[in-house]
């Protein structure tokens, strides 16, 4: 079983065991697979690899997505309590033969059953002959006195006709529709009878009947709870259809072609469901003094029971919001006991006002021309008068007609003409009234009024209410209260460069406002405060576009609270986001200075920026380093840090020194420091005089005086070369002395946030610091967000924040402060790098130790919890590379072992061969030790070769590196560590990463020491790999880490998920490698 299958499949699986569901197992021994069936919701399929590769398969759909299922984990489970191995031999692939009960057995009895007893009702027996069964079914709607109903209502009743050669009344119906289900016989009458044994009967009538007979039920239970004779339900001739079933039930039987609906208006051959509000008409006349208003249709048709209205043969469904208006139509009829409601004159004025709009709604009303006249029906305009007295708003609410004016204030209330009626819109007046009521105002004499606390309570005025009453009515707010809140002011956002280059001054501007009166205003805003109170006790709102956007650009620069006199200061590095957050807001108008559109201007386009070649430069710069010099120099000016992180060999070397040249030649300079590691510190050396050679220049080494005094006694324009260790050892020495420039190499190595070398780097005073680094990113973002607290601190938010920004907003931060150019963009005459992965087999001795050793960490990870698996950690680690150390030579750490190594036999064979074809290769190893053995067994052949390792110095390094170039000697061992990076070996065109390292970075930088400027053949770069061993997962695992630095570094948008370091899965996933077999 693969053990990155989580605990929680194999529970799952487990419990399928327990509960049988694992219903047969089969071998297949000449295909070494075990075939099964596991019952949950479905029977899957399941074939169980019965090698030690465990390539299984299961036919559910979690399997396709996962690779793995509590399904296949089942069957592996099911075998292990029988005492068998997955793994099949010819033996216990006899011993299995499982065929458990099958469930579905039962089942399919069970469905048999069902299915003869169906038969029966179909089926005729051959003896009897077959008669047709004819049934006619009678719709209607029937008034209910029943008590239990409380009001009298129409309910629909369906009623029966049957027979073979003639129809007769059925009489019961119940009786009927329990003989049908029965199969028994009924006795229509004296004459004739129905056996529906052997009657036939269609498929629409059998379902029409089975429907019936659910639905009659349901009346028997009511016919039970309520005794009465007069109910409709106790009439053993019809049933009542419930409004829950009476739609599908009716549709069900119109399918039989068979069904009579009858009506007062007359009968239908079908009926038709509408969902739609029901067409209504009403009349108005006049009749003597008063007005006769008469409601056609509605009683007639009204199926309250259901909620339905019926009009000939249409069934209309209204919606639930004309069945509430027509609820008090209903009350008017049951009152009044007919279809006509007679109006006095001193009814009319509420009748026009609150029962006229409602019914209009509903249908039609049609009026004499007499009446015509006289009702007018005008659009209602409402209008709100707000003012401010006695810390309390007041509304004067109007509603305006034509004809009319109704007014809280009675002096504004204007009647219309009396032989004139206004039909008003209520509901609107009524709805605006409510809503006042709802934002707290309350009833007067005059006018609606509510108690205000100046501030909070006048924002929500202006900000909350007036929006929500306009939706309703005009507002109209007097010039006192008016001038109380400010909403519409302009402001005008300024940017410039600051004299020192290092911070932007951005000002703001707001119209009507004194400066000193603006940082406060600034702070509000700052604080997330919707609004703001002036010194003059007016309300200015902070929620207007304008103060968005000055809200928008102080929030993503991360802006201090320190304002004065409406300015602040953000560092530079910010132009760009600056620059962005400006041209996605509209709001204000902005002030761009000359200097910061400029400063914009050359981060976007760095090639642009003028700048000169150094004269004493003693080389010649390729295009694309001319463009990281201007790019140096262009950062440098505006006081920003940058990373070149040009892929390995493009010389980025030669484009720091040409800076550092270029600022010596502009004026006197404070000293430059560089940091490499030590095996790199010479190298630096021998290029500042190869490309520099006027610029005075220094290794700090010797003992801890002699480096003091170097570092005391440095002047300007001397460039200082050191160690990260001997930093790190020196750290308050350099404390003391002022460089102009900070240089870090291979900047990788302080990746590490919380190490003393990186903490002793962010606490020296240097003004412009600059990394190179091929891989800025090697394992997790976490690295790349150190390297820029040294060299721009600040630049980024909190790690925690920094953590959770989107990979696409983290390169787009970046991307000015960033060089990144790969070789085949940019050196087209550069030879090919042909990569090949190369594998090996293991001997039989070393197989045999490593399945040992496999198996023995296997069972210890096993069944560690989480928090058992961090405890052991370290011991799990250690036991990889053990492991890896056996793919390499078991003689790593057994000094007894005297079998081969499949890796080292195959190695020996490359060099032979690679000798005689003139190849001259470099052999990389992260055991020394492993390049002890490897030299030693050339050495037996008479084959010579250098040897670089942590130990060699850094003089011996440049004499080894210069005499392979020169052509002594074809091999070159190199520590992966110690030689990995900072050495040009273009005498070299072939490369053997002999054991693998988790990290894709560290091997591309050892193939980058032949693979770069100079080199004039196809460099070949051989990946060897112990097939069927961790070698292989190792593989997989660094194609998934390569993803992270493109994401970041190179490409423009990046929305995947970082990967992290190794993780628990990664190391669960490792050891769950099977393909090594004894």
Known sequence: MKWSIPERIIEQGRKLVDDKRVLSIHSILEKRIWTAEVLEDDVYQVE??????????????????????????????????????????????????????????????????????EQLINDTAPSQQQTNLQIEYKLEHKPDNAALLRNPNEVLVISLRAGTDKLYVVKDLMAFLESFIRHETFELNAHEEIDFKTVSITEEDHQSLVFMYQEAASNQFIRGQYNEPKSIFNNKRFLVLSPSHAENLINCIQKTEHMIFQSETGKYPHVRFIQDEVPMLFEMDYQDNAVVFSIQDLKEADLKHYHWFIKDNLFYIPSWKQLETIKPLRTFLAKYKGDQILIHPEEMPDFTAYVLPLVSTLGEVRMSEQMKQSFVQEPLKSCIYFSYRHEKLEAVVEFNYRHMVLSTDPKETQLPDENIQVIRESQKEIHLLNLLKQLGYEREETSYTKRVVRDEGFYTFFTKEISLLEEEAEVYVDDVLDQLFLNELDTVTKVDVAESGSFLDVHFDIKGITDNE?????????????????????ILSLETDDFHEISTVLRELRASKDFQNGSVQVPSYRGLELESVLDKEKGSKRDLSKSFQDMVFYLNDPETFAVDVPKQLQGTLRPYQMTGFKWLSMLSTYGFGGILADDMGLGKTIQMITYILSEVEKNEKAPFLIIAPASLTYNWFHEMKKFAPSIECQVVSGSIEERKTKIQEVKPNTVLITSYQSFRQDAEVYKTQQFSTLILDESQMVKNYHTKTSKALRDLPVPQKFALSGTPIENKIDELWSIFQLIMPGFFPSIKKFRSLPNERIAKMIQPFVLRRVKKDVLKELPKKIETNLYSSLSKEQKTIYLAYLQQIQESVLNMSGDEFKRHRIEILSGLTRLRQICCDPRLFMDDYEGESGKLEQLKEMVANGLENGKRMLIFSQFTSMLDIIQKELAAQEIESFYLSGKTKPVERIEMVNQFNQGEKSIFLISLKAGGTGLNLTGADTVILYDLWWNPAVEEQAAGRAHRIGQKNVVEVWRMIAEGTIEEKINALQKEKKSLFDQIITEEHADTKLQKQLTEEDIREILSIGGVTE
């Not at 603006?518 to 007016?538: C, E, P, Y």
């Open 518 to 538: 603006v940082d406060a205003v600034l702070s509000s805003l700052m604080a997330r405060k919707k609004f703001h109170t002036l010194n003059n006790g007016k």
């Open 48 to 117: 169980l690899d019965g090698t030690t590769k465990e390539e299984d398969f299961c036919s559910c759909d979690y399997w396709k997505n996962h690779g793995h299922c509590k399904h296949t984990v089942a069957v592996e489970l099911a075998l292990r309590d029988r005492g068998i191995s997955r793994v099949m031999t010819p033996d216990n692939a006899e011993e299995v033969e499982i065929e458990m009960p099958d469930p579905g057995k039962e089942l399919t009895k069970t469905f048999s059953r069902v299915f003869f007893n």
